[in-house]
């Protein structure tokens, strides 16, 4: 992996842990997965 994807993979991985913080303490984490990835496990 060259220089520029690795950063757009640790750009990625900011931006959905920083979605993740944000979520509402009332949610359910396993739900909010679903949301921010876009897919079921």
């Known amino acids: 992996m060259n220089n ?3 950063q757009f993979v640790n750009e ?4 959905l842990w ?3 913080d944000h979520r509402p ?3 359910n984490p396993g739900g909010c997965m ?3 990835l ?3 496990l």
């Open 12 to 15: 990625r991985d900011a931006r």
């Open 4 to 6: 520029e994807e690795q």
């Open 25 to 27: 303490s009332n949610v």
């Open 18 to 20: 920083n979605a993740a």
């Open 34 to 36: 679903h949301r921010v």
């Open 38 to 40: 876009g897919y079921a």
